[in-house]
């Protein structure tokens, strides 16, 4: 949790930095998209109780995001794109392994408030749906030599559980460009899911619920210009 504060306030504290107001007689249009790496927070306290009384390791940590996003507009003045992106993070201890991981994607609708002859500061929302799902499984304990039969593999145990959501991801977004057809991008925002269906693949566990919620950043790479005309 401490890790991701520390980058949410980075994040702010860059985009502040890098994109001043821009002036009142100039505008500008911009467009371009490309991939994108960052950290997910949710909560996952709920789903690590379910994990540990299962007998699973729980899932401690920040979740990898991968993915991407693309959009054009006008400065000042609305961008419009999309964006998707997913993140997973898995736990081992012995044979046992549990699993947490999520995809999403939307619509991508923004207004660029201000920016530089290199940069954008645009304010927006990512809102569309997305899946999420919990695996455990128990690979089986070896067999001492010679007591196991030949040509006999003896599978894994897998249990699973799916989720689907709606959700609104508000952000930040800074971006800076480094060439005049590539740049780079710095997005601050919150996944907010108040829509979410939990289920299992069987009675063996009640499944907690899956639906994620949490702060996000992600660092992309922008491929795309900025172009600055009287108005």
Not at 193 to 206: N, R, V
């Amino acid at each position: 949790m401490q890790t991701m504060k520390r980058m949410l306030c980075v994040a702010v504290i860059l985009t502040a930095a890098a994109v001043p107001s821009m002036a009142e007689d100039a505008q500008a249009a911009f467009g371009g998209g490309g991939p994108a790496l960052g950290l997910f927070l949710p909560d996952l306290t709920e789903i690590d109780a379910f994990v540990e009384s299962a007998g699973y390791p729980a899932l401690d940590g920040n979740l990898v995001l991968i993915g991407g996003n693309g959009r054009g507009g006008v400065m000042p003045g609305v961008s419009v794109g999309g964006g998707g992106w997913g993140a997973w993070i898995e736990a081992t201890e012995e044979n046992l392994t549990a699993e947490y991981g999520l995809g999403l994607g939307g619509f991508d609708l923004g207004v660029a408030v201000g920016g530089t002859e290199r940069s954008v500061l645009t304010v927006g929302v990512l809102v569309g749906g997305g899946a999420a799902g919990l695996t455990l499984t128990e690979e089986a304990v070896p067999v001492p030599l010679g007591m196991a039969p030949r040509g006999i593999v003896i599978d894994p145990t897998v249990w699973n559980a799916s989720n689907v959501f709606a959700f609104a991801a508000p952000y930040v977004d800074a971006q800076m460009q480094l060439l005049s057809w590539m740049g780079i991008g710095l997005r601050a925002g919150y996944l907010w899911a108040p829509l979410g269906w939990t289920w299992g693949d069987d009675d063996k566990f009640d499944p907690p619920d899956l639906t994620p919620s949490g702060p996000f950043v992600q660092f992309s790479i922008r491929f795309g210009g900025l172009v600055w005309f009287e108005p």
